[in-house]
């Protein structure tokens, strides 16, 4: 071994020698045989052989730089070193595979140089390489990742597409084999295939023709790996958010159309229709649209009927094989589930109204297998039949409804009648679980259908004999069922029926059959070895017929109803005096924890919008504010203008005064005394303009604040009323707590509990109050600030209105000084006027021309 890894190392250039040692290691490691073994021959030497292989493998491997080595040498792309490469390291993964994908997975680039081998040219190396990433990819999720994220999902769908999809060969199967091996409980890579567009291209993989007749052992296999490929994306054991969108993108590409065509198709090898049947559930299992869908898909016969009618033909019949009644089941249940509208249109299919006597309903199908010979129809219909009762009390209700015609002659009796009738008969052990599967599924969570059962006066007695009766094993799950039933009506009992209360089945049992044994007797159903196996997933999967004992759906309702039907077993009727009780207590205290938790959020509302209209207000004021300051500054230049005019005006009097002469002077003198008194009336004007809107501004103000602050004394008002009311109640609370306490019988925990969880209800409502007290003192607070605004702007008010008041004074006294200068102005200037106009008129005269007298007189 260590001269042949030596060759490796030292004759890298030489092709031919560095290929046959290749081949010769491959031949040591690797455990296949070429030739069969004779049948007879030791099976001992087999596994000495692969022990050897084991071995070897360990030795080449123990120094990791081998391996690295061969990473190396596949960078290669002569066919004489690359191919045996890849056969010798895929035998070393087939003998080691941990240990080799932890050395490839920490060499640089180790995975890509393999991912190459998939674009390789030749077809022997291109699916060698196949083979090696699938022994690459098996359980190692880091590996996986890395591999879909180097393009592996579009180059793997390519070569199947270039294969020939379904009717390709083995390369196709090899394809699909590593598909399943990159997406199988992997959801890193199941988003990356659904986000990738993947779910499309496959679309045309189950696109089958008419011809059906060349299903060949090949084909048949690459279709049954296809659709275990779309059952990964859609499997029960994947998360929800992820499960639901592949659903909703096969629905939308139209895969699931594609695969209902195959489900009615004509000539499909059973194995292909048992797994498409399986494929079909879990693409639409809680579903609402594609389980729309598939109630709307008709089989192609004449008259057409639904598929879930013909399916269910299938399950019914004791001639069909039974892994296909199997699936026919799931596809069911998966059709039912979180379902309400086709578990009411199943329902409705039993209804006198709604029965057609010339077609077969689902109902009638299931009322048919529910009653023949066959025991595996009886548990399979029961179960059909339970499932379109899960979580749906209505349905329940309406279930109750149904009438059976048994005989001629004989009145009809109530499904439920019949139901406990059959099991009274003592059949066969799979029909009487099946029907008490139907029966505990059916009154659970359902008190009407609990009075229904226990008002026959047969069905109580019935039920304490099979549970005090010592049977065989056999009968012990029987037994643990009727003693679920039992439970189930002592349970969902509302105390209608005076003969079966509550407390008078508990004191049945403590008579009959004994508390202790009944809860043994009830803990046989968790005991038994497939009830564990029916609760690991939700697809029925049983080797013979005689295992289908359990459905998934009702070991949940088991493990939820076990414990609280002992407890309740358990318990004294004053015990249940008390808790009920205290459930009414409590009860009443959660309604006022309510009332006053809506009162809360109301005031914490109420309290919200008055903190908006205190900061809008602010705003507002600050707003006025700004208004006024820029008011004040306009009247401030307004009377520096009128001071400036007026000693102008002072200034221009004096010059006027002094000189005796001048006619163009006084002219000039009274343009300005115009422009002066035009200027001063203007002004007055705008002092008027202003005077006026400050005093608007001001009473508006003014009456705004008004408002608000009633607005606020009377919310005030209601806050204080609402706190002390709300401390009344507090009050009472505690009052009744402490009675509540003194009535409570010491040492019941469930009592303390309650009691301790008043009290913190309490605390809690006392910060609340003291939280509204804060917030009603925050508001008087503000509601002073208010007040104190309103004082500031009557101030400021006032002090307008009297320099208004100084500003029409001295505006007065201008007026006056004007007039008595204008007196003054003329007394002087009109002598001398006087003396010009008669000199004008005498020079007039002179020169006037003659005739003309009585014209210039």
């Known amino acids: 071994m260590g001269h042949l890894v030596h060759i490796l190392k030292t004759d890298s250039s030489d092709s031919e020698i ?89 060499s640089p680039m180790g995975v890509s140089r393999l991912m190459d081998l998939l674009a390789d040219s030749r077809e022997v190396i291109r699916n060698d390489g196949l083979l ?88 048949v296999t690459n279709l049954h790996l296809m659709l275990q490929l779309v059952r990964v994306l859609v499997s029960p054991v994947n998360s929800p958010g992820a499960t639901s969108s592949c659903q909703k993108s096969m629905y939308q590409c139209g895969l699931l159309q594609q695969l209902c065509t195959i489900l009615m198709a004509t000539g499909v090898p059973a194995d292909i229709l048992t797994e498409t049947i399986n494929t079909v559930s879990e693409v639409i299992r809680g579903s609402q649209v594609n389980q729309d869908y598939f109630a709307s898909v008709n089989a192609p016969s004449n008259p057409p009927r639904p598929a879930i009618v013909v399916l269910l033909m299938s399950m019914v019949n004791e001639r069909q094989p039974f892994v296909l009644r199997c699936a026919v089941l799931y596809c069911f249940q998966c059709f039912l589930y979180k379902n309400q509208k086709g578990q009411g249109e199943i329902v409705a299919t039993l209804l006198p109204s709604t029965i057609d006597a010339n077609s077969i309903s689902a ?71 099946g ?38 094993e056999d009968e012990r799950l029987v037994q643990g069922l009727c003693a679920l039933l039992l439970g189930i009506c002592i349970y969902y009992n509302d105390n209608s029926l005076e003969n079966y209360t509550k407390e008078k089945l508990k004191q049945l049992i403590e008579r009959r059959i004994g508390k202790e044994n009944f809860v043994e007797k009830l803990g046989f159903i968790t005991k038994h070895e497939l009830y564990s196996r029916a609760a690991q997933k939700p697809q029925p999967s049983f080797s013979s017929p005689e295992q289908m004992l359990f459905d998934h759906e009702f070991t949940k309702l088991v493990k939820e109803l076990e414990g609280v039907i002992t407890k309740t077993v358990h318990k004294s009727s004053e015990e249940e005096k008390k808790e009920e009780e205290v459930k009414k207590t409590l009860e009443q205290h959660d309604s006022i924890v309510t009332q006053y938790k809506e009162l809360i959020r109301e005031q914490d509302t109420e309290i919200k919008e008055l903190k908006e209209k205190v900061s809008a207000l602010t705003s507002q004021n600050e707003q006025m504010q700004t208004t006024i300051a820029q008011q004040m500054s306009q009247i401030q230049q307004h009377k520096d203008q009128y001071n400036v005019l007026k000693i102008k005006l002072g200034k221009d009097n004096q010059q006027s005064s002094g000189q005796a002469e001048g006619a163009h002077v006084n002219g000039l003198q009274l343009e300005e005394l115009e422009e002066l008194r035009r200027q001063n009336a203007e002004l007055q004007t705008q002092l008027a303009d202003k005077d006026t809107l400050i005093t608007s501004l001001v009473s508006v103000r003014q009456v705004r604040l008004l408002y608000i602050t009633s607005r606020l004394e009377l919310e005030l008002e209601m806050l204080r009323g609402q706190t002390q009311s709300q401390s009344a109640e507090i009050s009472q609370l505690r009052a009744e707590k402490q009675d509540l306490l003194r009535k409570t019988v010491p040492g019941v925990p469930l009592l303390m509990a309650a009691a301790q969880q008043m009290s913190s209800v309490l605390s809690v409502m006392q910060e609340e109050v003291k939280a509204l007290l804060e917030s009603r003192a925050s508001l008087e607070q503000q509601l002073a600030s208010a007040n104190s605004t309103v004082a500031i702007l ?29 007196k003054k102005y003329f007394c002087k200037s009109l002598p001398s006027q006087v003396f010009r106009i008669k000199f004008f008129l005498c020079n007039l005269s002179a020169c006037k021309p003659p005739g003309n007298k009585r014209k210039y007189k």
């Open 18 to 106: 560095i290929g046959y040692t290749l081949d010769t290691l491959y031949n040591i490691i690797s455990n296949d045989e070429e030739e069969e073994q004779d049948e007879s021959e030791d099976e001992n030497s087999q596994k000495q052989g692969d022990d050897l292989g084991v071995q070897f493998t360990e030795i080449y491997i123990k120094d990791s730089e081998n391996v690295t080595l061969l990473l190396t040498l596949l960078e290669e792309f002569d066919f004489h070193v690359r191919w045996p490469g890849v056969k010798l390291l895929t035998a070393l993964l087939k003998n080691q595979c941990a240990q080799v994908q932890g050395i490839i997975l920490v």
């Open 132 to 219: 090696l990433l699938q022994q690459l990819t098996k359980g190692n999720a880091a590996i996986q990742k890395i591999v879909a994220f180097e393009n592996a999902f579009e180059r793997l769908l390519d070569i199947i597409t270039e294969e020939g999809t379904s009717d390709g060969g083995i390369v196709v199967e090899d394809c699909l084999l590593l598909l399943l091996n990159l997406l199988k409980n992997n959801s890193s890579n199941q988003n990356f295939f659904k986000e990738g567009s993947y779910i499309q291209r496959m679309r045309p993989w189950f696109e089958v023709g008419d011809d059906n007749s060349g299903w060949s052992a090949q084909k």
């Open 363 to 433: 109902g009638q199908l299931l009322c048919g297998g529910l009653f023949s010979a066959d025991s595996l129809s009886n548990w399979c219909a029961a179960v059909a039949l339970a499932h379109a009762l899960q979580d749906n009390p209505t349905q329940k209700e309406q279930l109750l409804r149904v009438q059976l015609a048994t005989s001629l002659g004989n009145p009809p009796v109530s499904l439920l009648q019949q139901c406990t009738n059959i099991l009274s008969q003592g059949s066969k052990v799979q029909t009487r679980v």
């Open 435 to 472: 029907l008490l599967m139907l029966l505990c599924t059916w009154i659970s969570s359902c008190p009407i259908a609990v009075t229904h059962f226990l008002h026959n006066q047969d069905n109580v007695p019935f039920l304490t004999a099979q549970i005090s009766e010592n049977l065989g």
């Open 794 to 822: 009557q101030t400021e008010k006032d002090k307008l209105q009297n320099e208004v008041v100084e500003s029409k004074k001295e505006q007065d006294e201008l007026l006056c000084w004007q007039l008595q200068e204008k």
